[in-house]
Each structure stands twice: as structure tokens, then as C-alpha cells.
């Protein structure tokens, strides 16, 4: 469907220019545990690890020994840690696209919405090490998020003659509550995804409503919240 296309492009060209801001020299890992991308290569186990990062060095601790794996700026380029874990979010849903029905073509509408995601996630940090001079090196440290999951929230859509067959003859915002699927990107900055879901009028006028329980696409936009 081409009003599909149009959102994805939409979302890739945002994930492109946030993948330019990422976290840079001087940034530090919070203390938690992860999981090591091709352990084999940085002679690490697999498995869950904690990791502390302090003065420009990586603490790993061993499950098999008390003393943590000490890796320093060049022996940290291109490791891979990531993380999965429980992910809630607060969005906004500042359009969405309606296929058409009943006669009517497809619309593209931007009332408010606003929704409570909750779903999983996975985090990347990959760190790669630059010289910078002879015998010194420094580090960057760059990130990034996916998740997907489960939707719901409230808004409002117009409601009037065309969009319930001619049952009314005037024309008001209804208040719906939406629920739906999603896929969200991490830039750091900021959060963003492709939904899609469905919409119930909470009035009335629900039942001469085209767009009753009828699916929709659209992008979300918000921040994380833990």
C-alpha cells in the first residue's frame, strides 16, 4: 500500500539523522548487566556479565572468578555489549492513515492522540577506540535501541456526515480510545515507531461510525520513561 511506504520512508530517514547523534567521547556505560555480541572474539564468556565502566576502563566480572576483566581503550574496540529488558513509553500519535472505506478515499488524520506503550527492547553499545596521538587513544561509545509491544491510549477523530453514512447532520471531535501494535527506534533523542491499530468511539454514534474497530497506520513519537 503506498501510504504504508510513505510512513516507513518517513521513519528511516529519522533513524538515519539520529544515528549521526550518539553518545561520543567522554560517555560512560551505566553498571548493569549484559550480554557480550561474540564473546568468542574478545575471549569472554556468554551469558549475562556485569559490567562497570570507570576512567576509561571496562570491569567485567567473571561468573567463574571474584577478579573482574580489565579491557582498556584499545582492547575495547568493537566490542559489542547489549541488553534486553522490559521498555514503557508515553507517546503521541501525530497522524494517521485510514484506508479507504464506505466510499470514502483514504484520509490522513492529525487530531490528538496520545498512548502508554509497554513492551521489550533490546540496547546495543558498541565501543570503538581512535588514536589521537602517539601512545594515546580514546574511545567512543555509540548506542542504540529497538523494541516492540502493545498499545493503548485516547484521542479524538471529527465525526460528521461523511464519516457515519449521513446518520448526523452536524459535526463535532468524538473521543476514542485506541489500541494497537508497534515498532519503535531508540535515536536517544528521541523515540519513534510504525503502529498500526484500531479505534472505538466511545459515544453513540459508534455504531454508524466507518471507522469502528477499522485498522490504521501511523507513527508514533515520545520519550522513554525508564
Known sequence: MRWISVVALIV???SLSACKVMRGEGETLR????????PQAHQLPKGRLFVEDEDDTLRIYLPTTSQPRLLDNRQIHNLTLYRRHFDVDVFTIPFKIRPAIAGVPPQLNSNFNAALYLGRRIDFYRFQSQTIAPHRQTRLL???GFGYGFFA????????ELVTRGAIGFEYEGVIVDA???VIYDARLFNVGIATGMDHLVDSNRRQWIYQWRPWFGVLFGLNLN
Open 153 to 160: 491510549g485516547i484521542g479524538s477523530s471529527t465525526i460528521n
Open 31 to 38: 553498571s548493569d548487566y549484559y550480554r557480550v555480541r561474540r
Open 12 to 14: 528511516f530517514g529519522l
Open 180 to 182: 494497537g501494535l508497534a
Open 142 to 144: 555509540r548506542s542504540q
